[in-house]
Every structure is written in C-alpha cells, then in structure tokens.
C-alpha cells in the first residue's frame, strides 16, 4: 500500500508507535466523587483497591515478559496510601507521571486550587522518587485551557489526556500524547455488579479482535496507538491474558516503535513534527453564534 497518507515522522524504519499507559487510580475516583458526603458502601472502595495491590504488579510482570515500558499516571494520595508504588516503578524502569492528588475533575476546581493540586502531588513523588516526573494525565480525561497553562509553568514535557491529533501535537505550547478511547479497559470492562453497570462486560476474544483491528488502522496510516488500562480492571487474569495476545499481535512488526509517553514527547520536540502539529484549546464563545446568525436552537 502506499505511503501518500503517512505524514508524521517516526523514527528511522519505524512506520508507527506504540504506548503502553495505566492510570494506577486505586480508589481515588470514589473518594474524590464521595468528597461531599459520607462513603456507606464500601464494595466498591475494595473492588478498586485490587489495583494497587494486586493488578500493578501482574501488569508489570506483562510487560516485563515482553521487555515494554510503560507510562503510569499515579494520583498523589495513591501514592501515599500505597508507597510501594512509585518506588517499584522507577526500579523497573518505568515512567510515572501525576494523576491529580484524589482524581480530581480538573473542571470542577480553579486556576489556584488547580495549581495547589500539582504542588501537593509533586511534594509526594519528590518524597518518594528522585525523579520528577515530566507527564501529566488529567483524570477522566478532562482538560481545560487553564490547565495546560499551570502544567506549562511547572515545566511539564506533556500532557496525556485529549484527542485532537491521532499522534502526539503541539497544544497552546504543550506536548500532547493522545489517548485513544477506542482502546481504554473502562469503555469495555467497567463492571461494578452494581445498578451503574449498564450492560454485562464482552467476551476478551471479542474485544482482542477489536483492539487488533483499531492496531492495523493505526499501522496503516501510521498513526499512535496508546493502550489505556486500569490496573482494578486489566490485573485480572483474563484481561491480562487478552493484553498478552495483544503484545504477541503487535510484536510480528519489525517497523513498530514501542515507546513511553515521556519518549513519545521527547521525539516530537526533538524533530520537525513540533512545528507541523500544532494546535489550542481555546475555543470560540458559543453565545455569539447566534449574533452571527446562525440558527442554533435546534442542534
């Protein structure tokens, strides 16, 4: 096939990229939407705290098999409350990046309470890690103009958290290294066995197929494929055994780079990808369409 559609530029023979990140949530997210009121049901404080106990390490085992690193996004009080965690990844390794201190939904808070967020999560990895880290994943992917602000003035390489290329970019002056929702264990394995589960979980075949075929897509027009998982969901053995089928997938490529976010972001600036791609945030006041004349009352 030819080449006419592949304009980003890998590295030398390689024809695409692959990332494999982790968002180590533990908790955090229950804790953060319980913020206001008191926590009665505690089944799924303890389903999620699988992660941190149990799947991290299986997940690590995974792509130690295949000699991959990883990008993990660990929340501050995760990393507190499991302080075993940042400290094994930097031995294996890996690269961890910050996750909000308790998961927070960067829309809900201020520019302030935003930047107070980032100096306390810091603090923790500056107490337990030598390394500081570089990459920064908003929780729930939910990003807003101030935030790229604060992460550009505490000298972040990149955020990892939009879609609006389908490799890294340049946005409003920041790195991105996109995420992929076609490829996240929450669209497909969020199982709480509670009234918030909307259908039962697929068969892992069916979702290995898929997650093959978006693979193809991406080495076709020579794309970033960024695998999302979450540790209280893809450490259980039956996801671990389609991730491995995944690898086993990709791995018959000889022109795939498999790559952390960090060296994601770190090639994007070092080539001329930083000056093709480039992108913001800032989006136009919705309430002056009308005045433009445009019609919006049924859309």
């Given at each position: 096939?030819?080449?006419?559609t592949?304009?980003?530029?890998?590295?030398?023979?390689?024809?695409?990229?692959?990332?494999?990140?982790?968002?180590?949530?533990?908790?955090?997210?229950?804790?953060?939407?319980?913020?206001?009121?008191?926590?009665?049901?505690?089944?799924?404080?303890?389903?999620?705290?699988?992660?941190?106990?149990?799947?991290?390490?299986?997940?690590?085992?995974?792509?130690?098999?295949?000699?991959?690193?990883?990008s993990?996004?660990?929340?501050?009080?995760?990393?507190?409350?499991?302080?075993?965690?940042?400290?094994?990844?930097?031995?294996?390794?890996?690269?961890?990046?910050?996750?909000?201190?308790?998961?927070?939904?960067?829309?809900?808070?201020s520019?302030?309470?935003?930047?107070?967020v980032?100096?306390?999560?810091?603090?923790?990895?500056?107490?337990?890690?030598?390394t500081?880290?570089?990459?920064?994943?908003?929780?729930?992917?939910?990003?807003?103009?101030?935030?790229v602000?604060?992460?550009l003035?505490?000298?972040?390489?990149?955020?990892?958290?939009?879609?609006?290329?389908?490799?890294p970019?340049?946005?409003?002056?920041?790195?991105?290294?996109?995420?992929?929702a076609?490829?996240?264990?929450?669209?497909?394995?969020r199982?709480?066995?509670?009234?918030?589960?909307?259908?039962?979980?697929?068969?892992?075949?069916?979702?290995?197929?898929?997650?093959?075929?978006?693979?193809?897509?991406?080495?076709?027009?020579?794309?970033?494929?960024?695998?999302?998982?979450?540790?209280?969901?893809?450490?259980?053995?039956?996801?671990?055994?389609?991730?491995?089928?995944?690898?086993?997938?990709?791995?018959?490529?000889?022109?795939?780079?498999?790559?952390?976010?960090?060296?994601?972001?770190?090639?994007?600036?070092?080539?001329?990808?930083?000056?093709?791609?480039?992108?913001?945030?800032?989006?136009?006041?919705?309430?002056?369409?009308?005045?433009?004349?445009?019609?919006?009352?049924?859309?």
């Amino acid at each position: 096939m030819a080449d006419t559609t592949r304009t980003y530029r890998w590295p030398p023979g390689m024809r695409c990229a692959v990332a494999f990140t982790s968002d180590i949530d533990g908790e955090s997210p229950y804790l953060w939407q319980h913020r206001d009121k008191p926590i009665v049901h505690v089944e799924s404080l303890d389903q999620r705290r699988f992660g941190p106990r149990v799947g991290i390490y299986r997940l690590l085992d995974l792509l130690d098999e295949f000699g991959v690193k990883g990008s993990f996004y660990v929340p501050g009080l995760i990393a507190e409350q499991y302080p075993r965690i940042l400290p094994t990844l930097a031995e294996r390794g890996h690269e961890a990046g910050l996750h909000g201190y308790c998961h927070e939904s960067v829309a809900a808070l201020s520019a302030a309470e935003n930047m107070a967020v980032v100096e306390q999560s810091l603090a923790v990895f500056a107490a337990q890690v030598e390394t500081r880290p570089r990459g920064y994943r908003a929780p729930y992917w939910h990003m807003t103009a101030d935030m790229v602000a604060t992460l550009l003035a505490r000298d972040f390489t990149y955020d990892s958290s939009l879609m609006g290329y389908d490799h890294p970019y340049v946005v409003d002056g920041l790195v991105e290294v996109p995420v992929l929702a076609t490829v996240a264990d929450t669209t497909y394995f969020r199982c709480t066995g509670g009234p918030a589960d909307k259908t039962y979980p697929p068969d892992p075949g069916q979702v290995l197929e898929s997650w093959i075929e978006v693979f193809e897509g991406v080495r076709e027009f020579g794309d970033l494929y960024t695998i999302t998982v979450h540790p209280w969901i893809a450490g259980h053995g039956h996801i671990v055994r389609m991730l491995r089928r995944l690898f086993e997938h990709i791995r018959q490529y000889d022109d795939v780079w498999w790559a952390t976010a960090l060296e994601l972001a770190e090639h994007h600036l070092a080539s001329d990808n930083a000056t093709a791609y480039k992108a913001s945030l800032r989006a136009p006041d919705a309430r002056s369409f009308g005045a433009a004349g445009l019609d919006v009352s049924a859309r």
